[in-house]
């Protein structure tokens, strides 16, 4: 999450902090970089060096206000909370024996931040000592390839122009898809963790004192907020005032909804050997399975579209709120009165669902047995 301020597989780079907590995404954003600077190194004439200042080229964003610096300004910052935190836990974290995935996880992030890092420094211009006409930015395509702009526009260095406008767009399209293919990735690793983790959640909800009075309490609230919902609904049909509760109406509805959809427990009761079971067979295993996941997506996009609903009420009471959040509109959709970004809010669960999972994973199918930690590596914290 502390990569260079630069777009994230096309995307651009103020939802790159959210996004980031993914390590398939990183794995994604390193992998499209690399794809492109190999792409561009093959297929055009120019020096390595040209080569990864087009790949740093693609990957910023343009500079429209002054708040807003370079990423080669921050770079020691980075290169510091990378050595005092990220690379001390990777290294702790390759030593363990018995987490496989676990370091998979974490090697994805190590590997994306080294790869991106090294593309970024390699792709930095830097001043000729002797000449000041050489171009030392990469704001411009022309700059990069030490062209001015009238000899980029000429007919000698229109086959180039061309060709490098061609592989530009080929690239972008090939780093949506990319993009698309690893979010959806995520999202099926992100159901299956939720689906593995209902049946041990279920058991502490039913079984934990403190979880059943969590949610007898969290049931009465939604039944009472339902109740009165309808009453509000009922008395403003007697006075013509629909208008002014149909949101309400809208979110109880959905409520229901979701929770008629929530995945219920399978029964223990399979009947006695002696007794007359049904003569309709039971439907196969899969069926369960999709039902399952298709009431999680429900259950998820249920809470996304409560959460957007509470975040637009409080952002627009408190607009510290969603700066902080990162989470503010900014440009056309503020002047159009909107006060949450739906993209930043979205790339905002998907931090959040991966923070959720890996905690609720660890509280109840995570297991020392086989693990072990060399002493070696206590130095580390």
């Known amino acids: 999450m502390a990569q260079p301020t630069s777009k994230f597989c096309g995307i651009p780079s103020r939802y790159r902090l959210y996004l980031a907590s993914s390590p398939i995404l990183c794995v994604a954003d390193a992998l499209s970089a690399l794809i492109r600077l190999i792409t561009l190194s093959i297929r055009l004439p120019i020096k390595p060096r040209q080569a990864f200042q087009l790949v740093v080229h693609a990957r910023s964003d343009p500079i429209n206000s002054e708040d807003k610096k370079p990423p080669e300004s921050q770079t020691w910052p980075r290169y510091l909370f990378f050595i005092l935190g990220t690379l001390p836990a990777a290294i702790k974290l390759s030593s363990f024996s018995g987490t496989p995935w676990t370091q998979v996880w974490g090697l994805m992030f190590a590997t994306s931040f080294i790869v991106t890092e090294l593309i970024t420094l390699l792709g930095h211009p830097h001043p000729h000592p002797s000449s000041s006409d050489q171009p030392t930015s990469t704001s411009t395509v022309e700059a990069i390839l030490a062209l001015s702009t009238l000899q980029w526009e000429t007919s000698t260095h229109a086959p180039i122009r061309t060709k490098t406008h061609s592989l530009f767009q080929t690239l972008s399209k090939l780093e949506t898809t990319l993009f698309l293919t690893a979010l959806l990735t995520h999202l099926g690793l992100q159901i299956w963790t939720i689906h593995t983790l209902w049946q041990p959640a279920s058991r502490v909800l039913e079984t934990a004192p403190l979880a059943r009075g969590i949610v007898t309490w969290v049931t009465f609230a939604i039944s ?59 439907p196969p295993g899969w069926v369960h399975r999709a039902g399952s996941a298709m009431a999680i997506w429900a259950y998820l996009v249920g809470m996304i579209w409560c959460g957007y609903w ?24 503020e002047e159009r009165g909107v006060r949450v970004d739906e993209n930043a809010y979205l790339c905002f669960w998907v931090f959040l669902g991966g923070l959720g999972s890996c905690g609720l994973w660890y509280a109840f199918l995570y297991e020392e047995v086989g693990t072990v930690n060399p002493s070696w590596t206590d130095v580390f914290g």
Not at 229 to 254: D, I, Y
Not at 319 to 331: H, P, S
Request: charged content about 15%; some cysteine; overall charge neutral.
């Open 224 to 282: 009472l907020y339902l109740m009165l919902t309808s009453l509000a609904w009922l008395v403003a049909s007697c006075f013509g005032l629909q208008g002014h509760v149909a949101r309400f109406w809208t979110l109880a509805w959905k409520a229901e909804i979701a929770a008629a959809l929530l995945p219920h427990p399978p029964s223990q009761n399979h009947g006695s050997g002696s007794g007359t079971g049904s003569t309709i067979p039971p």
């Open 310 to 333: 509470v975040l637009e009420r409080v952002v627009g009471r408190w607009e510290a709120v969603g700066r902080v959040l990162l989470l503010d509109a900014r440009g056309e959709e």
